[in-house]
């Protein structure tokens, strides 16, 4: 598990859009990056549960 830190007025609106079913959390790894129109793409896998 990685812990990380958020800014306090985050938490409440991510709590609110899990349970809204607006969000949810899932493991997952990052493949690739690479500049799409000047933003940031990705390549992201998911980790199977165990």
Do not use: N, W, Y
């Not at 306090?8 to 990052?30: K, N, S, T, Y």
């Not at 129109?37 to 992201?44: E, H, T």
Request: aromatic share 2%.
């Amino acid at each position: 598990m990685h812990r990380f830190r958020i800014a306090a007025q985050v938490e409440p609106v991510l709590d609110r859009r899990i349970a809204e079913g607006r969000l949810a959390m899932l493991a997952g790894r990052l493949l690739s990056t690479r500049q799409v129109d000047g933003a940031v793409g990705r390549s992201a896998a998911r980790c199977s549960k165990r």
